[in-house]
């Protein structure tokens, strides 16, 4: 079973938050809802902590070409994602 994982996408007023597992489709989706959300958007990502630090280097990976389009990302571990 794959990780869970939380993505909260904050842009002017609007938040869009989904909890979903940390699939390559999932992944691929909400970086397509961050480039939509434009410039100056902020995606917050939330992931399990363990000791899996393999999880959170793949995210850094996936989600770093957001940056170079205007987006901030942040990431952080917590307890089990629900």
């Given at each position: 079973m794959e990780?869970?994982?939380?993505?909260?996408?904050?842009?002017?007023?609007?938040?869009?938050?989904?909890?979903?597992?940390?699939t390559p489709y999932e992944v691929e989706i909400i970086i397509d809802d961050a480039l939509r959300a434009g410039r100056e958007a902020r995606l917050e990502l939330v992931l399990p902590a363990g000791d899996d630090?393999?999880?959170?280097?793949?995210?850094r990976r996936r989600f770093a070409?957001?940056?170079?389009?205007?987006?901030?990302?942040?990431?952080r571990e917590e307890g089990p994602v629900h």
């Open positions: 990780p869970m994982f939380r993505a909260r996408i904050v842009a002017g007023g609007d938040c869009v938050e989904r909890v979903w597992p940390l630090h393999g999880l959170l280097t793949m995210a070409r957001l940056a170079s389009r205007g987006v901030c990302v942040e990431l």
